[in-house]
Structure formats: C-alpha cells, structure tokens
C-alpha cells in the first residue's frame, strides 16, 4: 500500500500543503510590511516624504537621510563612528559576558548540590517578573556605590544581569544526564574540561539565542547612556539616535532621519537572526538529547 500523501509534513512540495501555504503566505507578507516600510522610507527624499496622498514605494532613493544624522550628531563634536565603536565595543562586551555568566551559573544551579540552590533558583524566577524601569533606582545605587557613575563599564555592567538567560540554559543543561557527567568525572575531568567539552557542544542552540538577546538588550539600549554616563564621548549610538529622533520627529525630516535611525538599529539585528535562525528555532523546539 502506497503511502503518496499521507505524510505530515513532506520534504517535497505537495498539494496538501496548499491549506497551509493559502494562509501562511498571507500573514508573511503583513509581518513583512513594516519592514520593508522602514527601508523604503530611509532612502525618501525630502519631496517624497511631504507628498500627499502618501505613497509606499520611493521612487528617487536618496542618502539624505543619513547624511542628515551624520550632520547632527556632528554637530556635538563628536563623529559618528565614535558611537558606532562605542555600541560595538559595549555589545561585543555584554554578549561575551553574559554567555559566560549564563553558562557557568547554570551549570552550578543544575549540576551541583548546596544549601542555597533553591533559594538562587526563586530568585533568579522571581526577576524574570521584573520590568527593567522597576529596578532603575536600585541599579543607580549599585553604579554609584561602585564608583562607575560615568564610566565606559556603566554601559555594560547593567545589562549582565539576564535572568531569562540563565533561566533558558538552566534548563538546557538540565536535559544532559548525570550519568554523563559522572562518567567524565570517573575518567578525571574536572568542572571546567566538563563544561567546555561537553556541556558547551550540547546546549549550542541556547547559547546563541542567548548571545542573540543580549545582543539585542545592548545594542537597542540607550537608558545606560542615559542614566549613568554624561561624557559624550563615552555614549552609544543608540542614545544619540533616540535623541534626535524623539526631537525630530514631529516634522517631515524628522521622519525620515527617525527611519533611517530605526533602519541602522535595526540592520545589525536582522543579520544576527537571519545567520543563527536555525540555533534559534532549535533552541525554541527545546531540543537536547534524545
């Protein structure tokens, strides 16, 4: 008995999967429509962004707008490519550390036994319910009680703390056997060869989408900039593009400065998802070993 047709979900193209394309593509193409709106009007000139009735579409694309946030930022005698170093730097930073802060803990949370284990744990549970404005005032007090009130650190320091993060590779290693690690163990491997050999290659998926968050957190944050750091020079690129953009936006040049802002904000982001998708889809799946 043939079994044409009867698959779920088919490798090849197959006319039962029509139902599903009638309704996926759609939704695709609304999801899509922002996006390709911020492109489109990032590279409007200034008559296109005043027309009336307003189109979609550009027709005379145009780097007015960029040059444009070139012009301002200038303007506080600062180049642009300070903030972009600045934002790379920091997010390079932030992402580094809170893998290695995520990791390290989760092993211990999941793999060791002490007294203070379940208490940890409620803690680490109870912050994922805290919204960042919630602990403005208590991280302010942290910053200034460790002198890092306008320093570079003041950028990257706050944003270490990532309960989901660590909540989602907890979890990950949870899935690893013990018998595993208790094999490494019997053949004289200590913590460190245990996490780097065999816990890191497991729970890959969860790493990268923790690395992707945290890039996401730093690279799109300007309340650091904001709250604790007063040195121009020592701010990022967010900052200074939520600040004109929020000052500009009320008139036509604004917009378009405020699209090309949201487009170069937006870019980095993009390209980090488009690359590590399948570790991401994978770590959504919740895989491990099975």
């Given amino acids: 008995m043939s079994n044409q047709g009867t698959k ?16 996926l593509i759609p939704l695709a193409v609304f999801m899509v ?5 911020i492109f489109v009007t990032a590279f409007k000139p200034l008559n296109e962004l005043n027309a009336y009735p307003p189109r979609f579409t550009v027709h005379r694309p145009t780097m007015d707008n960029f040059e444009a946030i070139g012009y301002v930022m200038s303007e506080s005698g600062i180049p642009l490519s300070r903030f972009l170093l600045n934002s790379i730097v920091t997010s ?15 092993y211990v949370l999941s793999k060791k036994q002490f007294g203070a284990k379940k208490m940890m744990l409620a ?9 960042p404005i919630a602990v403005r005032i208590p991280r302010y007090l942290v910053m200034e009680k460790l002198n890092l009130l306008d320093n570079f650190f003041s950028n990257i320091l706050p944003l270490l703390a990532m309960p ?10 949870d899935l690893i056997p013990d018998a595993l690690i208790e094999a490494a163990k019997i053949d004289g491997a200590n913590d460190y060869y245990i996490l780097w050999r065999i816990v890191i290659p497991i ?26 750091v007063n040195r121009d020079e020592i701010k990022t690129f967010a900052f200074f593009l939520s600040t004109f953009a929020v000052g500009s936006a009320n008139t036509v040049a604004g917009q ?6 949201a487009l170069i904000m937006f870019v980095p982001n993009l390209i980090i998802f488009i ?10 799946a919740h895989s491990g070993i099975k």
């Avoid at 923790?210 to 957190?217: D, G, K, R, W």
Wanted: overall charge positive; cysteine-free.
């Fill in 203 to 228: 729970i890959l998926p969860a790493i990268v989408t923790v690395a992707i968050l945290a890039f996401q957190l730093s690279w799109n944050s300007s309340d650091e900039s904001t709250l604790y």
């Fill in 92 to 106: 390079l930073l932030v992402v580094v550390l809170t893998v290695i802060i995520a990791v390290s803990a989760g």
């Fill in 164 to 173: 989901v993060g660590l909540f989602l590779i907890k979890q990950f290693i």
């Fill in 33 to 37: 429509l922002p996006i390709i709106y």
């Fill in 256 to 261: 378009g400065m405020s699209a090309a802002a």
């Fill in 8 to 23: 779920i979900n088919p490798k090849k193209y197959d006319r039962s999967q029509i139902k599903f394309l009638l309704v």
């Fill in 123 to 131: 803690l680490n549970t109870a912050a994922l319910m805290f919204v």
């Fill in 275 to 284: 690359l590590m998708q399948n570790k991401v889809l994978n770590t959504m």
